[in-house]
């Protein structure tokens, strides 16, 4: 029997062990494409049966050059780097892990809060320069207030904000939060209060956003919803870059129009050397690490793999992206 093909498009990853020992499972032949040229990439899919995708985009040629793929699968949870039309058209399964890092990223995003509303940053800065205290000077402190009271917003109320919520509330944060997809009963559940887009805008002394990147959601903070909200404010973002409208957002910092703000992620990664949100003080900038620790890595390896055993095995994908539009 001939084996089928899996390509891999673009790893972070220091080898494949971990895929290979989920792909033996099946009779198939994994093969890691060394460059992210579309020319190249599509001489690797056209007789590939499943193809994996991390920071590669499966674009319609790609797609339609891959004849006999049935899968394509992220390594993660946003999939807005593969051409979900293009590939349904086809008959292409889509699927993603969307289970392998809530922790991690929920984690992350409290740690960007805290360190945020108590000024970590700034004071470490002042420490190391020689300076001691609250005081004037470098990475001034003031003002810093105190967490238990403030109104934490969420942007989307899915699986990893709800894990925000909990924790945001052991630190004594009243959470809110604006999801046209859940209901306000819902919400209640996890102690949360289900508001509309302006009011949580208005009233969130730190707005964290867990909202998916589609043409819906582009730039869903821009010079205008930006000002709505509170000159105290800090707004968090380990979503998608594209979320956030960065012009915007380094004029409103730059301005004091809000107090600061906290990102995983940026509208271009990595960013250019002369980002001018590289030249603040009152930002905090990692490098799209929220999702990482040792073993929600080995997770979505697992998990990615066994979305394409699953298929080539000919069943359907457990994390089904596109299983509504296919279902038509």
Not at 197 to 206: A, H, K, Q
Not at 235 to 246: E, F, H, P, S
Request: glycine share 6%.
């Amino acid at each position: 029997m001939e084996k089928y093909k899996v390509v891999l498009l673009d790893s972070s990853f220091p080898d494949t062990k971990v895929e290979e020992e989920v792909l033996s499972e099946v009779s198939a032949e994994l093969y890691l494409c060394p460059c992210l040229d579309e020319g190249t990439v599509v001489q690797y899919v056209r007789d590939a049966d499943a193809i994996v995708v991390q920071l590669a985009r499966a674009t319609e040629n790609l797609l339609e050059a891959a004849k006999r793929c049935k899968v394509v699968v992220k390594v993660g949870i946003g999939v807005d780097n593969i051409d979900i039309p293009a590939a349904t058209k086809r008959g292409i399964y889509v699927a993603n892990v969307p289970d392998f890092c809530f922790d991690e990223v929920s984690d992350h995003t409290l740690a960007l809060v805290l360190a945020l509303q108590r000024k970590i940053n700034s004071l470490d800065r002042k420490v190391r320069q020689g300076a001691w205290g609250l005081g004037p000077g470098p990475g001034e402190a003031k003002p810093i207030f105190c967490l238990k009271g403030q109104t934490f917003g969420l942007v989307a109320f899915g699986n990893i904000a709800r894990m925000v919520a909990k924790k945001a509330q052991a630190f004594g944060f009243k959470v809110i939060a604006t999801d046209p997809f859940v209901t306000p009963e819902e919400a209640k559940k996890f102690g949360v209060e289900l508001v509309d887009f302006d009011r949580l805008l208005e009233i969130s002394d730190v707005i964290s956003i867990h909202a998916p990147l589609s043409k819906s959601t582009y730039h869903l903070f821009n010079e205008e919803t930006i000002r709505k909200m509170k000159n105290t404010a800090y707004l968090i973002n380990t979503a998608r870059g594209g979320l956030v409208d960065q012009k915007a957002l380094y004029n409103a910092l730059k301005a004091g129009k809000i107090a600061g703000a906290g990102l995983d992620v940026m509208e271009e990664e990595p960013p250019k050397a002369d980002d001018p949100l590289l030249t603040l003080d009152n930002v905090i900038i990692t490098p799209h690490t929220s999702y990482y620790s040792e073993a929600s890595v080995i997770k979505v390896r697992q998990g990615v793999f066994r979305e394409v055993v699953r298929v080539l095995k000919g069943g359907q994908p457990k994390s089904w992206v596109n299983r509504k539009e296919m279902s038509k």
